[in-house]
């Protein structure tokens, strides 16, 4: 998109009284904002139009609201910010079907045709490892999969996901509550170009808009609409992703939750979506078995064959499969492990050291350990 075609969209999405959807509706009537800029009093009301916003599309924003428009555009082609709107070909399909699509969406590295296969990962800031972990491993067994993982960059899950899929060698998408110019939280300037080489940082709002916390609500309905289905990890019940999931839901969307611990607070939110419906999944199997249907045939060649975690069964020996079994997909000590398999500490210790190597579990900080 050219300066002049960008300042049109600008300029009438100024306008007092043309919001998301009369902007939509404008531009699909009239053809282009330019055209719609220009057109007759009396062709903007037969287009829907009140009078008063008809009069108001004719006068168009005042001067310093068109000077602000002329130093955003400048700023956007500086630092070489792509901007895709709903009128063009390429805008992700599934974004468009909702009731209240972004009409432009600004964003840094590459959107694909292949997005169209995507899964959102989203959940609390103030995760476990153990949360950590099991996002982690769910986002890249997807990403091996083929799937892009779209979340927010937020601090905890949000950010385990997205690491997750780089680690499979996937595609991500960061969906941000602020301009796009800007990386929120601002320790993830290392994450966000990791991102950025592989895959997209969009958003909706101008550049240079700020993170306030009414942002993110509308943000959400971009990281579910854009998405063929949602996961909900370790979520309190005062936790934004729970938005996600409610909007998710009221756009067709699956929604799938990470169970966590009874007793842990930061776990209720996302355990009440089970109890309300929501499938129980602790891995990516458990999310393709209801996500595969509703694939469209033209994406379903670009998937690949998904490596899924397993239990070791008869691969391992007596003492690495008892090993195995004292574990779950909670973080456990080597002590809880002596304590239930009554083995040695020495022996519980080289069999963590050997189902580690062999890729069947995983160590967390302070000796920790889980099941892959």
Not at 98 to 126: C, M
Request: with cysteine.
């Amino acid at each position: 998109m050219d300066a002049a075609q960008l300042t049109a969209w600008l300029v009438l999405q100024a306008i007092e009284g043309v919001g998301d959807r009369t902007l939509a509706k404008l531009v699909q009537t009239c053809g282009s904002p330019e055209r719609a800029l220009a057109a007759s009093r009396e062709d903007l009301i037969r287009a829907g139009c009140s009078a008063e916003l008809a009069e108001a599309v004719g006068r168009g924003p005042d001067l310093k609201v068109r000077g602000q428009i002329d130093r955003q555009v400048a700023l956007i082609e500086r630092l070489k910010i792509r901007v895709i709107t709903l009128s063009d070909p390429a805008y992700p399909k599934r974004l468009a079907m909702i009731h209240d699509p972004p009409p432009l969406l600004y964003y840094t590295g590459s959107l694909e045709q292949q997005d169209g296969l995507a899964v959102a990962v989203v959940g609390g800031r103030h995760a476990t490892p153990a949360g950590r972990a099991v996002t982690e491993e769910i986002a890249k067994e997807l990403a091996q999969g083929g799937w892009t993982i779209v979340s927010g960059m937020a601090r905890g899950i949000d950010a385990a996901a997205h690491r997750g899929a780089l680690a499979g060698n996937g595609r991500t998408i960061a969906v941000l509550g602020c301009g796009v110019d800007r990386t929120y939280p601002p320790e993830h300037d290392q994450l966000r170009r990791q991102i950025e080489a592989h895959g997209a940082v969009l958003a909706e709002l101008p550049v240079g808009s700020p993170p306030q916390s009414h942002h993110f609500p509308r943000r959400n309905r971009i990281i579910s609409g854009m998405s063929v289905g949602v996961v909900v990890a370790e979520a309190a019940v005062s936790s934004g992703s729970l938005i996600t999931a409610k909007l998710a839901l009221e756009q067709g969307r699956e929604v799938f939750a990470v169970p966590g611990s009874a007793r842990e607070e930061r776990c209720r939110g996302s355990n009440g979506l089970i109890k309300e419906g929501a499938k129980l999944v602790d891995c990516a199997a458990d999310i393709l078995q209801d996500l595969l249907p509703q694939v469209e045939p033209s994406l379903r060649g670009r998937m690949n064959h998904v490596v899924m975690s397993s239990v070791p069964g008869d691969r391992v020996g007596p003492e690495e499969q008892r090993v195995y079994e004292a574990l779950s997909y909670e973080a456990q000590s080597v002590d809880a492990v002596i304590e239930q398999t009554q083995m040695s500490a020495a022996r519980v210790v080289a069999t963590l050291l050997s189902l580690e190597l062999r890729g069947h579990i995983r160590q967390l900080p302070g000796q920790q350990y889980l099941r892959r």
